[in-house]
């Protein structure tokens, strides 16, 4: 064992290299060096303690701990031992407080089966993803090592030799070439997720190189690859890239025959051999945030897989025996043993359980800082903290006036002036809705990337961000929007009065929704515009937003930081995500549409289609630094003529963690689904002190 | 006797096959379906699907046939098969997600109406013979009371108070701590420790209504010339109540049975939601806001089918305890 | 003795019914919904409920008028303010006309809950029709007198019943909320009536095929259960409708399914009266299948329509808030009972802000008076009693 000390930011990149090994020690050019030149940049800006000193590891410990609950079946032989479980290099987790110990259960709960959010939280790895130093390094996760070609066409990924499915067969790349070739590609069966889709369409080759090694090849360049790959969501392979083929091969006609899946239709009533195939294999439609309920069996790479089902609705998970992650000094992890699920049917159910001191944990979904003087006050009776940390999800408001409005010729026209939106953002008094509903604890602004972001400058924040009821009045002026009728409302150019409706799905969206979007309507109100808000299903809101039906719709702003900044933009521009916000679903249709010619497509103005192309742009570049220029060229764009109107820059993440719980996030990190909640933080790192929740 | 049973049985299959065509019909009218749900959740998640990946998930789970064939399919597996589908968004069968909920909810449902009944019936009749006393007040008010307050509501000012005035936990079916554990005596106890809250939240409005209509019906027929001849003849009073009054008063209340299970289940499932309970509530509420379809018409059909039941029952007791409506059945018949 | 007269004369109950009844002439003339009238007038509850909801209605008629404030406007640092508490002797022990203290916001450091201390040095009378937020009464005339308050640009105004979250005063917002939470299950009262007594009556009456089919339709609808019906529906409703005409739709789908009730209960009744010697003696006489409903099977169970009918009055009312709990109600910026406990139906504000529950008492006591009134015509209308 090699102990250095060593300051974090120098750790970042031995860990990096050390990790890389041998088999990529020639990485060039190397991605690494690209992100920090950006990244020590970056550090100063972070509003956290960076340069403190931390005792880390540069190589993969030698030794290995059995953990103690794992002991008794690996004395009577049903588990070998922790040395033949883990993969030859293991993911080191450092940069801990503390080297934790073992044992615990961490109760939470899901909602809903399809919104179980929870899951992800604590469960998705993923092949890549950003270091939780800086939110800004790429780092493997998965994957042992990556390398990209100079020109951004070719990638090669390099799987962790020895890592083990939850089942104890190992992961190779026959699993890949099963997803690939015998799922993925095959009509009718499977799909190309994201990453492999490549842009427009255009497919990625993959190519099978050795056991552990595959090439990802596109025909052009796609540099932002290695980013879309810290989406994936990891255990339940919905995307990709592995399929445990030895598990799925007894549901796919080319293994099992014909004969077999004809009985398996039978038995389940079904009707072609693909149902039966992605009911037990590709998981259809499964996505990050689905429970696995059916997956009792189903191998996976997570930390914890579910075990028992003792009750409809709770779930119980165990430590994978086969997880490939270690501490500093080799014990292997998790450091808890037990997760626990239940399924909880409303929210001030899942509060009072949470206050109550029934929950060791309470994700970002939840939480919401509507609640913190009832979390705070009731610390001591509960057990549990509230942590501090900001929200790159929970609480954050953003109202999405839509550019484009079919239905309505003359609001489209209205709305598409570069005068609406403005006004109706400086029509807002966004300290008032921070002392209403964030208790004055928000930092207010526009939509913009969050302040740690290197997209970040001062300017996008404070864009039309100002109280100013004048200016509004004054800008509806000059679009021609002057005359009033009896009742003060303003008049549109034919004659009717100025209605406008703001709609949302209620507290899916944030827990004082129905407060926020009231406020906004009684100030738009103000300036003369017949605002009313409406609660819709989600189910309706998605299909009202989709046909740019919705006048102006609300979602929260994730998606703010660097983590996704270059691989989601919907929330800036028509490039994704347009049933939940996004300027104008056409637009969205148009920029994904293949033909551009294709009937039923509404071309964008030049100055969008402009916007798109450098968006399109910063998906290609191979430098980092060209990437972030783009961006900002974008954004100082959109400073100037918004296209959405944010209301939170920075807002609490009230969580709520067991006192005991250790090792966490640092305070004032971004929590959110930028982070894939807990997942960049390595839960599986957190422990109980004394191995036991308080 | 036997042959109005008959008949009445036979009678209930259209209804069966008319319910399951409307329970088909409610599930499919809420916008957008469970592939195009599915579809949105995965780009929401930073997945892009293209048209085709669109069409062929639709095609996989038979939503590009026309409406006919898909009913047609999804009750011929219910009849031959007792299978009521998958459940995408719980991804296993429906009537392993469903089994369990429905006789939690049942049970409610059941106890509720036990309470209702053993409670209001002889409540009310009480004050129907001591009209206008102090107890009849007292009943009077407290059951107005019991109609006026919403349910979900009690539900969850109970809990907040349970929990941060005494520390007691309310809410859920079981402790968490036999949540995990197999079936035992102590777990049945533990049952029954929770049972309580959601059966009386539950019974409150409808022991109301019941002790309501029992009176008023008894005070209708207390004043009628029969009793006043009852009396005539020596009959002690306890005699002339059960012999006639009761037996006609309880007509209406029989003739509500039927009704009183949907209205159970339906009027349930916010005080289910708020006290966060294992039943079928629950979990139909989410499947509809999920378009999980198979679930959300396997919870319609079997309470359809279930009301149906009680509806024979109730008309053969209605037969029973009133020969004027058997015979007056059997002559339009 | 006394109390139960007492209670007994509260109730409706007089010893002397008679002798209430002067003219004797008058009572034997009278028709039959004027016997129901005079008998009503005897039952005491039933009055002063009646005279309470004529409270109720008049509270929401003249909303703008009598409530202190206008109930969108939002009070910046008021937020969550406790009701105000009046008094009439301030700190040195002097008595004065009724006043308040003016409060000052501040936040828990630790828990960021708002905080209201009163400043004893701050006294604002409340004064009586007093020029306030600006409004046009029944939307036609422009004014801002209101019936109390605190007067003055700098006074501290009054919540009664405190404010909300984002500080809106509770009592005025009640007050307007009336206007919708009152007069809005009418409708489907009326629809519900209409197609209860109809199809009851026909079913019952006639007996047979006809009696068969209603039976099942009946049957039917009645199994399926509410929720999801109500989601489809409310789904269903085109998005661009006013929020009032979406709530009028949603009472009427409501009472397409409330009807069944009456209806079962009127067939039922009607089914065991037929047989009675009084229907065979009025077919002997020569009358009309009309007339006998009307004229003597009708008066026979008009008590069970009532009942039902007033019961399901407070039914609509509940089930506002049910739609709301669902959030396929009402929505703001409509005021109405039910949206009010929609934002109110959380932990936080069980835990913290119970004033802004008010609406909860409210619903109830409208519910418990109209149920009164509906006890109160079922006792009057009861053709046995003298």
Redesign the interface.
């Known amino acids: 064992m090699k102990l250095k000390k060593l300051k974090r930011r120098e750790f970042l990149h031995l860990t990096a290299g050390a990790v890389l090994g041998a088999a990529a020690a020639a990485c060039a050019p190397d991605p690494v060096e690209v992100e920090r030149t950006v990244e020590v940049e970056k550090v100063v800006e972070v509003p956290v303690e960076v340069e403190r000193e931390v005792e880390v590891i540069v190589e993969v410990p030698e030794g290995r701990t059995e953990p103690p609950m794992l002991e008794p079946r690996v004395a009577d032989g049903t588990l070998p031992p922790v040395e033949e479980r883990l993969p030859m290099t293991p993911f080191v987790v450092g940069g801990r407080d503390a080297v934790g110990e073992y044992g615990g259960e961490v109760?939470q709960i899901h909602?809903?089966?399809?919104w179980s959010v929870s899951t992800y939280d604590w469960l998705a790895d993923r092949l890549m993803q950003y270091s939780d130093a800086d939110f800004t390094t790429l780092v493997p996760n998965m994957l042992e090592s990556w390398e990209a070609s100079e020109d951004g066409t070719t990638f090669t990924l390099y799987m962790r030799r020895g890592m083990k499915w939850s089942d104890g067969e190992p992961l190779t790349t026959e699993d890949v070439d099963h997803w690939w070739n015998d799922w993925a590609t095959v009509?009718?069966l499977g799909?190309v997720?994201?990453a492999f889709?490549g842009i427009q369409?255009e497919w990625a080759e993959i190519e099978i190189v050795d056991d552990y090694t595959f090439r990802v090849t596109y025909d052009y360049p796609f540099g932002i690859f290695p980013h879309v790959l810290t989406?994936h969501?990891g255990g339940y392979p919905?995307?990709g890239p592995f399929i445990p083929k030895h598990f799925c091969q007894d549901y796919h006609i080319d293994y099992a025959g014909e004969e077999a899946l004809q009985g398996m239709m039978d038995e389940l009533?079904l009707?072609?051999w693909?149902?039966v195939y992605?009911?037990f294999g590709g998981?259809?439609?499964?996505?990050?945030?689905?429970?696995?309920?059916?997956?009792q069996e189903f191998p996976t790479l997570a930390a914890w897989i579910p075990v028992?089902y003792?009750?409809?609705?709770?779930i119980?998970f165990e430590r994978n025996p086969y997880y490939w992650k270690v501490d500093l000094v080799g014990n292997q992890l998790p450091y808890i043993d037990n997760l626990?699920l239940?399924?909880?049917?409303?929210t001030?159910?899942?509060h009072?359980?949470a206050?109550?001191g029934?929950l060791d944990w309470l994700g970002m979904h939840d939480v919401t800082i509507a609640n913190f003087p009832l979390y705070k006050e009731n610390e001591e009776a509960g057990r549990y903290r509230v942590g501090d940390y900001l929200s790159c999800m929970t609480d954050r408001y953003i109202l999405f006036p839509r550019q484009t409005l079919p239905g309505d010729p003359v609001l489209e026209e209205i709305a598409q002036h570069p005068n609406w939106v403005k006004a109706l953002s400086v029509a807002i008094d966004r300290e008032e809705i921070n002392e209403s509903l964030f208790f004055g604890q928000a930092r207010m602004g526009a939509h913009a990337p969050m302040p740690m972001s290197k997209y970040y400058k001062p300017a996008y924040g404070n864009a039309w961000a100002q109280y100013d009821p004048a200016l509004a009045n004054q800008l509806l002026d000059e679009m021609g929007l002057d005359g009033r009728d009896g009742a003060g409302f303003r008049l549109r150019p034919d004659g009717q009065r100025l209605g406008y409706h703001i709609e949302h799905a209620g507290i899916r969206v944030g827990a004082s929704v129905h407060e926020f979007t009231e406020m906004v309507a009684t100030f738009w109100r103000e300036i003369g515009i017949e605002t009313t808000t409406r609660e819709i299903?989600?189910?309706?809101y998605?299909?009202r937003m989709l046909a740019d039906e919705i006048h102006c719709g609300v979602w929260h702003a994730d998606r703010v930081t660097d983590m996704l900044m270059p691989?989601?933009m919907g929330w800036f521009l028509p490039v994704?995500?347009q049933?939940?916000g996004n300027p104008s679903a056409s637009w969205t249709a148009w920029h994904?549409a293949e033909d551009k010619e294709a009937e039923g497509l509404v071309e964008p103005p030049d100055r969008i289609k402009q916007l798109l192309e450098w968006h399109d742009r910063m998906r290609e570049v191979v430098d980092e630094n060209e990437r972030v220029a783009l961006g900002q060229m974008i954004f100082d764009d959109l400073a100037e003529n918004p296209l959405q109107i944010g209301t939170v820059l920075e807002s609490p993440c009230p969580l709520i963690i067991n006192r005991n719980m250790q090792n966490l996030p640092r305070p004032r990190v971004p929590i959110g689904w930028d982070t894939y909640g807990m997942s960049t933080f390595h839960p599986a790192a957190f422990y109980y002190e004394g191995g036991e929740r308080a | 006797m036997l042959a109005y049973i008959i008949r009445r049985i036979l009678?209930a299959f259209?209804?069966i096959i008319?319910?399951s065509i409307?329970?088909f019909i409610?599930?499919q009218?809420?916008?957008?379906d469970l592939?195009?749900?599915?579809?949105?959740?995965?780009?929401?998640?930073?997945?892009?699907?293209?048209q085709q990946?669109a069409e062929?998930?639709m095609?996989?789970?038979?939503l590009d046939r026309p409406m006919h064939e898909r009913y047609l399919l999804w009750i011929g597996?219910i009849v031959t098969?007792f299978?009521f589908g998958?459940?995408?968004?719980?991804?296993?069968p429906v009537a392993e997600?469903i089994m369990?909920?429905m006789g939690y909810t049942f049970a409610i449902a059941l106890l509720s109406a036990i309470l209702t009944w053993v409670v209001a019936i002889p409540v009310g009749i009480f004050v129907a013979v001591k009209?206008?006393?102090?107890t009849?007040?007292f009943v009077?008010f407290m059951t107005?009371?019991g109609?006026?307050?919403?349910g979900?509501?009690l539900a969850?000012?109970i809990?907040?108070v349970a929990?941060?005035r005494f520390g007691i936990?309310v809410?859920g079916l079981?402790s968490?701590e036999y949540?995990?554990?197999?079936w035992s005596w102590g777990k049945f106890l533990d049952l029954l420790s929770n049972l309580w809250l959601p059966v009386v939240l539950l019974g409150i409005g409808g022991t109301a209504?019941t002790i309501?209509?029992m009176r008023?019906m008894m005070?209708?027929e207390l004043?009628?010339l029969y009793v006043t001849v009852a009396r005539a003849k020596g009959l002690s009073e306890t005699q002339i109540l059960v012999r006639y009054p009761v037996r006609?008063a309880i007509?209406?209340i029989i003739?509500?049975l039927?009704?009183l299970l949907?209205w159970l289940?339906?009027g349930g499932?916010?005080v289910?939601?708020?006290?966060?309970?294992?039943t079928a509530g629950?979990?139909?509420?989410?499947a509809?806001?999920?378009?999980?379809m198979h679930m959300?018409g396997a919870?319609?059909l079997i309470?359809?089918a279930l009301?149906?039941v009680s509806?024979i029952f109730s008309d053969i007791l209605l037969a029973v305890s009133?020969p004027?409506?058997r015979f007056?059945a059997v002559e339009?018949? | 003795m006394s109390?139960?007269t007492f209670?007994?004369k509260f109730?409706g109950?007089g010893e002397a019914v008679e002798a209430e009844v002067q003219h004797e002439e008058a009572f034997y003339r009278a028709g039959q919904w004027q016997l129901v009238w005079w008998k009503f007038k005897r039952h005491r509850l039933a009055q002063v409920s009646m005279a309470v909801l004529a409270v109720f209605y008049f509270v929401a008629i003249f909303a703008e008028f009598l409530s202190p404030h206008d109930p969108m406007r939002r009070f910046q640092g008021r937020l969550a303010h406790p009701p105000t508490a009046i008094h009439i002797r301030d700190t040195q022990g002097r008595f004065r006309a009724p006043f308040i203290y003016g409060t000052e916001q501040g936040r828990d450091p630790v828990t960021f809950r708002p905080i209201h201390v009163a400043d004893p040095d701050s006294i604002h009378p409340i004064r009586l029709l007093v020029r306030g937020d600006p409004y046009r009464f029944w939307g036609l005339f422009p004014t801002d007198v209101h019936l109390f308050g605190t007067a003055g640009e700098d006074a501290m105004p009054i919540y009664i019943l405190g404010t909300d979250s984002i500080g809106r005063d509770v009592l005025s917002r009640i007050f307007y909320g009336g206007r919708i939470s009152l007069s809005i299950g009418l409708v489907g009262i009326a629809i519900s009536f209409v197609l209860g007594l109809l199809l009851g009556g026909i079913s019952g009456f006639f007996?047979?095929a006809i009696?068969?089919v209603i039976q099942?339709v009946i049957?039917?609808l009645?199994?399926?259960?509410?929720?999801?019906?109500w989601?489809?529906?409310a789904?269903?409703l085109p998005r661009e409708w006013p929020q009032l005409r979406i709530y009028f739709a949603t009472t009427l789908i409501l009472s397409i399914f409330g009807w069944?009730?009456l209806a079962?209960?009127v067939r039922?009744?009607l089914?065991?009266m037929r047989?009675e010697d009084f229907v065979l003696a009025a077919r002997l006489d020569g009358e009309s299948e009309w007339t006998i409903i009307v004229r003597y099977m009708l008066p026979g169970f008009a008590?069970?329509i009532i009942?039902s009918l007033t019961?399901s009055l407070?039914g609509m009312i509940?089930g506002e808030?049910?739609l709301s709990?669902?959030g396929i109600g009402l929505n703001p910026p409509t005021i109405s009972w039910g949206v009010m406990?929609q934002q109110a139906?959380n932990?936080m504000n069980?835990?913290h802000f119970p004033w802004v529950l008010w609406p909860?008492p409210v619903?109830?006591?409208a519910?418990?008076m109209f149920?009164?009134v509906g006890?109160g015509l079922?006792d009057a209308a009861?053709p046995?009693?003298s």
């Open positions: 109760r909602h809903d089966t399809v009509e009718g799909w997720g994201a889709a369409g989406r969501p919905a995307e009533g009707e072609t693909e149902q992605n009911r998981q259809w439609g499964l996505n990050v945030w689905q429970f696995p309920t059916y997956a028992a003792p009750a409809e609705g709770l119980v626990r239940d399924f909880v049917a409303s001030e159910a899942m009072l359980k206050i109550g029934e299903a989600e189910s309706l998605n299909e691989v989601e994704g995500n049933a939940q994904q | 009678r259209p209804q008319l319910i409307l329970t409610i599930i009218l809420p916008p957008g592939v195009t749900q599915q579809i949105l959740n995965l780009q929401a998640s930073g997945v892009e699907v293209s990946h062929m998930l095609r996989q789970y038979g597996n098969r299978d998958y459940s995408y968004a719980w991804q296993k997600v369990d909920r009209q206008y006393s102090i009849d007040y009077t107005f009371i109609m006026a307050v919403p979900f509501f969850m000012v809990m907040y929990l941060t936990r809410g079981f968490p949540m995990v554990q197999p209504g309501r209509t008023a005070l209708d004043r009628k006609v007509n209406p003739s509500g039927m009704w949907p289940f339906s499932l916010l289910e939601i708020v006290l966060n309970l294992p629950p979990a139909l509420y989410s509809l806001l999920a378009q999980d959300a919870y319609i309470v359809g009301t149906i509806a009133d004027r409506i007056g339009g018949a | 109390k139960t209670l007994g109730f109950h007996g047979g009696d068969d099942r049957e039917v009645t199994t399926l259960p509410q929720i999801p019906l989601m489809a529906l789904a269903a069944t009730g079962r209960i039922g009744r089914l065991s047989e008590s069970y009942i019961g407070p509940l808030t049910a709990f669902l406990l139906q932990i069980v835990a909860v619903v109830v006591i519910v418990l149920n009164f006890d079922r009861d046995y009693m």
